[in-house]
């Protein structure tokens, strides 16, 4: 029992403490076998706590059983910082998530996590309120979508600047997942010499569709303040778009 209760209260002081603004306390609470130990939390944290300066957690269930601690808790915050690209809107942001964490000797050595990222998006304002209505999975069998259009952007993106480019790649995806008519995406990368070939193709259902997304992603950009052509013109990307059917002649 008095190991059951030294491991909750390890988890209380992480929500309770740590992550509501006094991350130095990190130190305390992670044994070496957690990746990277206090620091490699305090990386994997420090995004969300620099956007959300005002972060507060509370813990809302904490069982504790063996060595693992489940605990379901909550934070709130003001959206400050840009986060993942997004500017800040400075509107108060609510989250909750579950998490089990696995102690060794009162500290922390793993932990598994699962939050509720779409209602987190729509908080911010980059993805529609009734976006989890449009969600759909990747699809790329033409044969399910004989009649879909497929938008094709291959981009040359030179190796220094891979990372920052997949990362507005992966913002671009998330957005358009939730837009109407929307039927799947994949992406397809090739090495070619000091630069990648990364072929993007995203399935939607018509022209029509095409085209309105068109004008939204035009809007989210405008809404985050990214400028794709000023943005891949710094970036020395050369990028090649293409429009094609899946004649069912041919499946």
């Given at each position: 029992m008095e190991d059951l209760n030294r491991n909750k209260q390890t988890i209380r002081s992480l929500y309770e403490n740590v992550l509501s603004g006094h991350l130095a306390g990190a130190d305390e609470l992670f044994g070496p076998e957690f990746p990277g130990g206090a620091a490699g939390f305090r990386a994997l944290v420090a995004e969300l706590i620099g956007a959300f300066p005002d972060i507060r957690y509370t813990v809302l269930d904490l069982v504790a059983e063996g060595e693992r601690v489940a605990v379901r808790w909550q934070w709130t915050g003001t959206y400050s910082a840009p986060f993942r690209g997004f500017a800040p809107t400075h509107a108060a942001v609510t989250n909750t998530g579950l998490a089990v964490f696995t102690l060794?000797?009162?500290?922390?050595?793993?932990?598994?996590?699962?939050?509720?990222?779409?209602?987190?998006?729509?908080?911010?304002?980059?993805?529609?309120?009734?976006?989890?209505?449009?969600?759909?999975?990747?699809?790329?069998?033409?044969?399910?979508?004989?009649?879909a259009v497929y938008l094709i952007d291959?981009?040359?993106?030179?190796?220094?600047?891979?990372?920052?480019?997949?990362?507005a790649m992966r913002r671009n995806r998330e957005y358009i997942r939730t837009l109407e008519g929307f039927r799947g995406d994949a992406v397809l990368v090739r090495k070619q010499g000091e630069s990648f070939d990364i072929a993007t193709i995203a399935v939607w259902e018509s022209p029509a569709a095409i085209a309105r997304a068109k004008d939204q992603v035009a809007a989210f950009y405008q809404r985050i303040g990214f400028d794709m052509p000023a943005t891949i013109a710094r970036w020395g990307v050369v990028l090649q778009r293409t429009i094609c059917e899946a004649p069912i002649a041919l499946q």
């Open positions: 060794s000797g009162g500290r922390i050595v793993g932990h598994e996590l699962q939050t509720d990222r779409l209602g987190f998006l729509q908080q911010l304002g980059v993805v529609p309120a009734d976006a989890a209505l449009r969600v759909a999975a990747p699809v790329l069998d033409t044969r399910r979508a004989p009649a291959t981009f040359l993106v030179p190796a220094a600047v891979r990372e920052e480019f997949e990362a």
